[in-house]
């Protein structure tokens, strides 16, 4: 579920390092939201988007 449909951004890896430099694996995931959006043929439609790009404009809410 944690992939934006509008630029592709999903969960990324890496590590977490503690005080004592030890690593262990965690992710980090996108803030996606199933938001209601406008397509270009005038259809609705609901998609995950992320945060960013609703705050950028990449989308229109219907």
Known sequence: ???????????????????SNKKSRRTWKPNVKKIKVLLQNGQRKRIYVCTSCIKAGKVVRA
């Not at 579920?1 to 951004?9: F, I, L, R």
Request: with cysteine; charged share 20%; net charge positive.
């Open 1 to 19: 579920m944690a992939m934006c449909e509008v630029c592709g951004k999903k969960v990324a890896f890496g590590n977490k390092v503690s005080h």
